[in-house]
């Protein structure tokens, strides 16, 4: 276990990253890069993450007027459906493919951004101008996005309707996410 620790704060020493918890880490450059070494660092990272989930800020602290990210997600990721209110937001797919979800108030589905690297010939980047209800699907076994949102961060700013569960209910979370999938796949069969 110790030898664990040791690498890991050789890692975050050697991409000069601030742990926020175990996953959020923020760099700590003026000039922010990332490459192989740092998405390697999420890999191995997302591991141990208690909701499957980590990401690198680009951005110095919540209360910056921009925030970038480099979010990794597990395919076993719930993203509960949520809109953010006064903020766009915008994903550039890097590794992966995705369906991102967007719903009328009432939890029906609008619309489905099929999503994938730009070697898939799917969409590889989106951007919600408007505050409409949205989550993620994850097709592969990993997601790995550059998220781009306007801050500060604060949690009143993203609304979560009654219609979708919490996250920390497992098991409706698991059941909803298994209809939205069968969900999915019919309104995706009716577009073709």
Known sequence: MLKAEATFCEVVNVLNLRKHNDEVFYAEEDVVKIGKEELDFLREKIKSAPNKRVRICAHSSPDDS?????????????????KHLGKT???????GSADIIIFDDKGKIAEIVQMGDSKSGK????????PLFHTL????????LHETTNGP???????????????NDK???GKYVEGLMKEAKKFLAKKK
């Not at 969409?123 to 101008?129: D, I, P």
């Not at 961060?153 to 996250?167: H, L, N, Q, R, V």
């Open 137 to 144: 699907l994850i097709n592969s076994e990993y997601l790995m």
């Open 123 to 130: 969409k590889f980047y989106y951007r919600l101008n408007k």
């Open 66 to 82: 921009v925030h970038e990210m480099i979010i990794m997600l597990d395919k076993n990721s719930y993203i509960r459906p949520h």
């Open 89 to 95: 937001e915008s994903f550039h797919i890097i590794e």
């Open 171 to 173: 098991e409706a979370a």
């Open 153 to 167: 961060f604060k949690k009143g700013d993203s609304e979560m309707p009654e219609w979708a569960p919490d996250a």
